[in-house]
């Protein structure tokens, strides 16, 4: 079964924002301030309509002015040590000097690419009301005990005698 998206024709359009600031890029490289409106209107659409991106792409963008980070072309790269095991890559962004740093481990993994992070696999409370509200409120259907039955074939037999 497939998930259904809320947003669905909003994401589309936020893929295609994203797309299109790429294409841009790749075949004009000066044309930076188009791609930008683009990665700023693709922000936009997910801030107004409270939409989750994708962490990936999140980490293509510059939180300051918007540009879409590609190494080379509007960002620098740089790889950082704090201690032996820590490394980091550096992004910065040509247009703003705003800098992203990125924890670089190979072994470290995305909560959302994680099996629990699923909706899917997430178990699902039963949908129907529970044993302990039917019976507060409603009575079951059937004698409950054996003792009204008793009463009544009791008043049954007096009554023919």
Known sequence: MALQLKDKDAYQRM????QAAHCVLSQNPENVELARFYCFTQKTIARRLV???DPSVKRTLC????SLLIPGVTATTRQRRKNSKTRFTVLRC??????KTLLNDPNHCLWVDRPEAL???QKQPDQGPSNKKQTKGKKPDGPVSSKPSAAKS???STAST
Do not use: I, P, V
């Not at 939180?63 to 918007?66: A, D, L, N, T, V």
């Open 119 to 121: 909706m899917e696999q």
């Open 154 to 156: 009791d008043a049954k």
């Open 15 to 18: 893929n295609y924002l994203y």
């Open 94 to 99: 040509l247009s703003c000097g705003q800098s």
């Open 51 to 53: 939409l989750r991106q």
């Open 63 to 66: 939180k300051k002015c918007c």
